[in-house]
């Protein structure tokens, strides 16, 4: 059975989506001349400040367009639905962003973001703009501790992103946005559940099976195998399932602060979402932890997959400074 979108034609629909997003907000953004793909903010670069690159492909709005803007990434390179972008977007970026103290670009941990964005940066250094690199990989579920280096980056993007992006802002100094941007990362959790499947707009089919009574826990936001399915439980037994693997890994003691994300992987519904939130809350009061901020919603998506993720980032005191530090995006401000 083919599923139904709101889409003119499969291989139209993120050419056509950068569009509306343009229309939608051009005090935020525009598209770099003859390459639609290269996603900037109007009101990020300037000169002596690090430059912010991210991207990786589409289906996960509004991650990663959606948070470009002041404060936060200078331009997104957009790739096709679950797939990177090619290199050439990536350089549009960069240089774009380029204000004289390098660019940093971070995406997840997927193996085609890492050859085309180094490839990007082999190109770059031809013009004399040095291109660095942080991976994020918040996804507790997709590799053991001790590999983590392995692990896939997910909804956690949104709070590294932004602890980046305001080093960036607040104009530290090229090694200084790495080193907060690896820290941030480090410092930050994530573990997803699934109920149902999405379908690719160019497809129109499920792009993987699940019981109508099943979940999958730890499934990657491209319906990447997680690491066990089982009868669908209550949103506490889930919730819990999801906290006991951020917790026993976070290792935060009493009295530390943290930030939460809630987040819908595309069609979760806000109820279903806070009901969650409440025994996030209910979870980290048991463990003497104080929740500084929290976000709820649609961050980090999975076209129209049914499920969530929960995001836990240990604070300290740089890494709530640079959450907390402003920042003005086409779909996220602070």
Do not use: W
Request: hydrophobic share 45%; aromatic share 6%.
């Amino acid at each position: 059975m083919k599923t139904k979108k709101l889409i003119n034609s499969g291989a139209d629909a993120v050419d056509e989506m950068l569009e509306g997003v343009l229309a939608a907000h051009p005090d935020h953004l525009y598209a770099v001349d003859g390459m639609p793909r290269a996603i900037v903010s109007r009101n990020g670069p300037r000169k002596g400040k690090v430059g912010l690159v991210i991207g990786g492909g589409s289906g996960h709005e509004p991650t990663f367009l959606g948070f470009v803007g002041k404060g936060l990434a200078d331009a997104a390179a957009i790739g096709n639905v679950f797939a990177s972008p090619p290199p050439d977007p990536i350089v549009a970026c960069a240089r774009a962003a380029d204000g004289g103290a390098g660019v940093l670009f971070m995406y997840g941990n997927y193996a085609g973001d890492v050859m085309n964005f180094d490839m990007a940066a082999e190109l770059l250094a031809l013009d004399e703009i040095e291109a660095r690199t942080v991976l994020t990989t918040d996804d507790v579920a997709s590799a053991p501790a001790d590999q983590s280096d392995k692990r896939r980056g997910v909804a956690g993007n949104v709070f590294i992103f932004k602890a980046a992006g305001a080093a960036c802002d607040l104009m530290y100094s090229f090694d200084d946005v790495e080193r907060a941007a690896r820290y941030a990362n480090s410092r930050t959790y994530t573990m997803g559940v699934a109920l149902s499947p999405c379908s690719l707009p160019q497809t129109l089919k499920p792009n993987f099976l699940i019981g109508e009574d099943e979940m999958e826990i730890g499934m990657g936001i491209h319906g990447e195998p997680g690491v066990a399915r089982g009868s669908l439980r209550s949103a506490d037994e889930v919730t819990d399932q999801l906290m006991d693997g951020i917790l026993r890994e976070m290792s935060a003691p009493a009295g530390d602060r943290v930030a939460v994300l809630v987040n819908s992987l595309g069609s979760t519904p806000m109820m279903e979402l806070y009901i969650m939130m409440r025994r996030v809350k209910s979870r980290l009061d048991g463990a003497g932890l104080v929740i500084h901020t929290s976000l709820v919603g649609n961050y980090c998506t999975s076209l129209e997959m049914a499920g969530a993720s929960i995001t836990v980032m240990h604070l300290d005191d740089e890494l709530q400074r640079l959450i907390d530090h402003p920042c003005d995006c086409a779909m996220f401000k602070r």
